[in-house]
């Protein structure tokens, strides 16, 4: 009997949620995934200072104040470890921009155009980069451009069906629906502890976001993440793809009971839903309280990712 980590890849493109190079070669994903509170632990990584010192005499070199060179820093450092990440996978790599932009359209763009740009130069071609945005209304206003330019987002933070929905109609190359961030909410905001795979809330949202797409017929790529156990992934085998945490790949690989694909296309198709105007988007995500609640969260812990991470970086500048 193989492992439920290889047949879990035989139903599902299996994602690196790390930005730790030796957990990716080990592990052999197809794509992987950073975001800020992945690249300040890879930047305390030994094989990695030598990225920092470079990032931080690249920033250097050009002509700007402080705060403009710890943010090119920064962006040097993610785009040099994605780069290397892509030396050792096949397929793709997300990398993040700034929390701090969310809510600010130009910005994003701004900022996801100069990030392709750094990877172009270092000879990586767009194609092989996902530009991650929050899934805001600013942030899936921006990922359409984006789109558009041939640039591919991966729209991140998304807890409610609302923002898969204007995600689609935007024609985003993949969303990262998240599991185990929505447990957590119903965890603290209800008497319920303890729950089976199929009525973990996360594993549902993502289902259902799953079929929905599928019956639409959207291109959009589902991919969940956010894991708590190796349960919830189990209940989404045959989902597009799923992006792990290093821990939970070590736990399927040595698990060797069988897996059954929980998910399947059922051949169904439906019409898409009108599209959302920004006042109803807007509007359904504040009727969420877990979707509002877990967004404006996910937005201030990774903002403060990043604050350390531009800390670092200057302290390895003085």
């Keep these: 009997m193989t492992s439920k980590l290889e047949q879990l890849k035989s ?53 700007t104040d402080s705060k403009s060179s710890l943010s090119l820093a920064c962006d040097h450092l993610a785009v040099s470890i994605g780069r290397e990440i892509l030396q050792v996978i096949p397929g793709k790599i997300s990398t993040e921009v700034d929390a701090r932009l969310s809510f600010n359209q130009q910005a994003t763009l701004d900022k996801a155009r100069n990030l392709i740009e750094m990877y172009e130069d270092k000879g990586v071609s767009r194609e092989r980069v996902l530009i991650k945005i929050a899934s805001t209304w600013e942030g899936i206003a921006a990922a359409e451009t984006l789109q558009k330019e041939g640039i591919d987002c991966n729209l991140t933070l998304l807890f409610s069906f609302e923002q898969a929905l204007a995600a689609a109609d935007a024609g985003v190359y993949l969303i990262s629906p ?29 289902s259902r976001i799953y079929q929905h797409y599928k019956a639409c017929q959207y291109k959009t790529i589902v991919m969940g993440a956010s894991f708590r156990n190796t349960g919830e992934i189990e209940a989404l085998a045959g989902c597009d793809r799923l992006t792990i945490s290093p821990d939970l790949l070590q736990q399927l690989d040595q698990d060797q009971g069988k897996l059954h694909k929980a998910l399947n296309s059922n051949g169904e198709t439906s019409s898409p839903l009108r599209r959302q105007s920004e006042s109803e988007f807007r509007w359904n995500l504040n009727e969420d309280a877990m979707a509002t609640e877990k967004l404006a969260e996910g937005i201030r812990k990774f903002a403060a990712d990043q604050v350390k991470l531009e800390s670092l970086l200057k302290a390895v500048g003085q």
């Design 11 to 63: 139903m599902t493109t299996v994602v690196a949620d790390t930005g730790d190079i030796e957990a990716i070669k080990k592990w052999q994903p197809i794509d992987a995934t950073t975001n800020p509170s992945l690249l300040l632990k890879a930047a305390a990584m030994a094989q990695y200072k030598a990225h920092l010192y470079d990032a931080v005499s690249f920033a250097s070199a050009v002509n």
């Design 178 to 206: 998240f599991v185990g961030r929505i447990l957590d909410w119903y965890k603290s905001n209800s008497d319920k502890q303890d729950y089976l795979a199929h009525e973990d809330p996360g594993v549902i949202s993502v």
